[in-house]
């Protein structure tokens, strides 16, 4: 059984930053694929920022300037490094990975809440 566990959500002023981190465990053979997508209240949920294992990395337009995305992958660990946050940045973020086992599943977290206030 895979588990990918979120942390680092928080309640933060405009401006400021955040530092997300997801970890993966279990019988895990190797990680593709590490990625972010974020849900707003009301809204679908989207694409953040995505990590190959190989350190290919791809960014919402959003988030292009602000955001980086990053991996350990020793440690089966993705994290996302937020700055200069802005209101519309407050969601629920949930970290994606593409994990092999005896397949290659496509698993997600519970998701880690950031708000951010104007």
């Known amino acids: 059984q895979v588990q990918l566990v979120e942390s680092g959500g928080d309640l933060v002023q405009a401006g400021g930053s955040l530092r997300l981190s997801c970890a993966a465990s279990?019988?895990?053979?190797?990680?593709?694929?590490m990625g972010w997508y974020r849900q707003a209240p009301g809204k679908q949920r989207e694409l953040v920022a995505t990590?190959?294992?190989?350190?290919?990395?791809n960014y919402a337009d959003s988030v292009e300037d602000r955001f980086t995305v990053s991996r350990d992958n020793a440690k089966n660990t993705t994290y996302l490094q937020m700055n200069n946050l802005k209101p519309e940045d407050t969601a629920v973020y949930y970290c994606?990975?593409?994990?092999?086992?005896?397949?290659?599943?496509?698993?997600w977290g519970r998701g880690t809440q950031v708000t951010v206030s104007s």
């Open positions: 279990g019988s895990i053979v190797s990680i593709n694929t």
């Open positions: 994606n990975a593409k994990i092999v086992t005896w397949y290659q599943g496509n698993y």
């Open positions: 990590i190959t294992s190989g350190g290919i990395t």
